[in-house]
């Protein structure tokens, strides 16, 4: 693995590329969208242990920390939706100036999974996409958010001064995702039967369990043309409404194993 | 933005790998100490809420040159070979990170920040090697004293309806299968165990003979009601002196999740370090 910083100085991305043993190397890349704020932490093991196992299997893998997360340049103030989906054009570009390779896959994490799709127009040569865990309604998302706010709030039995939520508002920044109204606007207009329709690669969904989509909204997407897209629910940890999980780490092995499998079809 | 930042890889096995962030051409640089931050639990090198990152820059920007690192098996880090316990590999790591510092930028002294675990793993590093000149210990070792207890639960005692919302929180929730969110938070990754009162204050007493400065911050989620004057009265028997700043922040949680409080930790520890270790 080479952890490295790519893109431009001003806005510089932390990268991690894992390349494949040289006898394995199939010449084709593996583009890893993060999630963000809690769910990018909670993650962070799981997709580096992706990124490993689909190197051991002869794909060229970056994984990056889109501007203003993690080790990438920029406060967290300055997280911007539209920045993000450039930042995985741009990374898709570094991997393949670092791999030398021309086909790539994207596998997209919650928040993650939007990016991709929104970035994937106008990247060429994608084999496939994988989306783990999407926000079906970015409007459930945001709905979620703001559960979370007020439980934060309501546990802070601590503080002399309290915390009230304001009624109907999200705070600046909750659990590391920044909230600007862009980002709002971003997560509350997402739908990710908007981004299929529109979208021209294969697609493959995994949800960790149903209790991330509405009985609805999968048998909709269950309903779509394989060769438009797949979509398999796969038992394994996520648990991403739980606010008893929030700074809890997942390990899905059996969904990276699913993954590793996906990707070849 | 007055740094610049560099990856580090380092170790014996070479498989620590962090980010060192270096004063920017218009920082006054200060090379008498380095800044070590270490993980929170699993978390891995930036921090609960980006906590390590911030910091890290914040300091660069003051003129220290800092290095968040993951610690063997955490983040991007993988696991050393050798089959040394956990507490002992922590140590050697952190070891590590100060050789790699030395040997790169020419400094000889350090600070290490932990937060909870991080915590822990600062004071055995701390304890263990000489060169570390100061530490952070957020949420780090406490030792209530009956008057902590005494200001904590007096006025639930005190207060009826206080005393059954209590017991039907912590009892009647848990036996009826519906466990309080706090109880379950405890299962997550910041868990550790606290070491016996005499060995720490030894521990104590060995730092303040080297002149290390101590700085203990504790968050209300952790210590409610906390009096700043009872950490000396727990350890009566050692002179901290200047050494010795203890900070409570009542209305922060044990990540400072919220974002005014990250904001005045930031500072807060901006201060210490350029008062403790001036240019």
Redesign the interface.
Known sequence: ?H???FGSTAN?L?G?YHPPPIAKDKMIGVLICNPAGHEY?RS??AL?QLAVRLSGDGYHVLRFDYYG???S?G??AKSDPEQWVADIQTAAEELRNIAGVQRINLIGLRLGASLALEASGNINNIKKIILWDPLVAGSDFSLQLREFYE??CD??D????G?EPEQGKL???L??LFLSKKMIAFIEKDSILDHIAACSRRLSIVFSSLDTVSEEDFKTIEKLPDEKCICQVIEDQGDWHS???I???IYPNTIIQHIRKDILL | MNYLEKIAIFGNQKNLIGVVSLPGDAARPNSSIAVILLNAGLVHRVGPNRMNVDLSRDFAEKGFVSLRFDLSGIGDSTSSAGGVAENERNVTDISEAMTYLSATYGINQFVLIGLCTGADNAHRAAVKDPRVAGAVFLDGYRFPTWNYYLRRYGPVFLNPVRLLSSVYRRFVLRFSGTEGEETKQEDSVFGWKLPPKEVVAGELQLLVDRSVHLFYIFSGEVLECFNTDEFRKTFKSIHFGKYLQVKHFPDSSHTYSFPEDMRRLRTSLSDWLQKSFPT
């Open positions: 693995m952890c490295y910083f510089q932390f991690a932490l962070h093991w580096r997360t993690g080790d340049a406060s967290t439980k934060m546990h802070v601590y503080s002399p001064s915390r705070p600046e920044q659990l590391g606010f008893n999980d700074a809890n780490i």
